[in-house]
């Protein structure tokens, strides 16, 4: 029997590509210029919900978006249906970007979705953020190393995964380090003994900043052993422990040095940049 070939040009399909991708902390402006350049050649975007309406707007209105939110134990989306979404889109040719608030690689589960991927040999690329802790502490005037002082910066999930034992720390970070707490919560009576546990002393400066680098910015500052009269801020918020807090300043606010942070006790500072006046409360 003969057979007959089509004359039709043969059609393949190309592999998409993932994107792993910080979106910052919130401002457009703090998007890299790599991150916004995949959001802009992009099919497909699966975003947390901490990306900004800002940093969304810059999406091109052809890319279909999707949230794919997980906050405050609330999963619209689960991660296993977000991975097999992800893993979807890019078998059929598209470029994929999950886009994560921060960076993708600090307390984001992208280790999850980078196993995922590489079970079903998929192209991807991370692409780094700018992190809520540097964004904080832009924001503060302050740094988070200090050569005196603080020479290790610890970041910290104050967020406990089920059936997680209880951090244990090494002696040093009471007395030379910057710990950074990231979902620190509303309550901090747990935090608060833990720390003076540890050796962290009553006066040290602490700072809770709320909507880093968003125009509803909060920044206030207090010691450990005040923190629990501190004013709750909304999420996402953190909360930075160590002596370079105690130099926070705001336009109307005058800096205080780490001697002078013993000051502290008894007052809660509120501090607020640029276009927010910056004002005192006193403590309850």
């Not at 079903?120 to 692409?127: D, G, P, T, V, Y």
């Not at 509803?216 to 005040?226: A, M, P, S, W, Y």
């Not at 807090?245 to 705001?250: D, Q």
Request: glycine share 6%; hydrophobic share 45%; proline share 5%.
């Amino acid at each position: 029997m003969e057979k007959h070939l089509s004359n039709a040009p043969l059609r393949y399909k190309l592999p998409g590509k993932v994107y792993l991708a910080g979106a910052g902390p919130g401002s457009a402006d703090l998007l890299t210029v790599r991150a916004l350049k995949a959001l802009q050649t992009a099919d497909i975007v699966f975003h947390d919900d901490l990306v900004s309406d800002e940093v969304l707007s810059r999406i091109p209105a052809r890319v279909a978006v999707f949230s794919a939110g997980k906050r405050c134990g609330t999963h619209k989306t689960s991660q296993e249906e977000i991975q097999q979404r992800i893993i979807a889109a890019a078998q059929n040719g598209k470029t994929v970007v999950r886009l994560k608030g921060g960076d993708p690689l600090i307390f984001a589960r992208t280790h999850e979705e980078i196993a995922a991927l590489r079970e079903k040999e998929i192209e991807f690329e991370i692409i780094p953020g700018v992190t809520a802790a540097t964004a904080a502490a832009a924001a503060a005037k302050i740094p988070l190393t200090e050569r005196h002082n603080a020479s290790k910066l610890v970041l910290v999930s104050n967020h406990h995964c089920a059936g997680k034992e209880r951090r244990s720390w090494h002696e040093s970070v009471a007395t030379d380090a910057t710990l950074v707490f990231y979902m620190p919560g509303s309550d901090f009576t747990t935090l608060r003994t833990e720390l003076l546990e540890n050796g962290v002393r009553e006066e040290m400066a602490c700072l809770l900043v709320s909507h880093a680098a968003r125009p509803n910015q909060r920044l206030i500052r207090t010691t450990v052993g005040e923190l629990l009269k501190a004013p709750a801020l909304p999420a996402p918020c953190l909360l930075i422990v160590g002596p370079t807090a105690a130099s926070a300043s705001g336009s109307e606010h005058a800096a205080v040095s780490a001697k002078e942070s013993a000051v502290l006790s008894g007052l809660v500072n509120e501090i607020s940049l640029d276009l927010f006046p910056a004002k005192e409360v006193a403590a309850d």
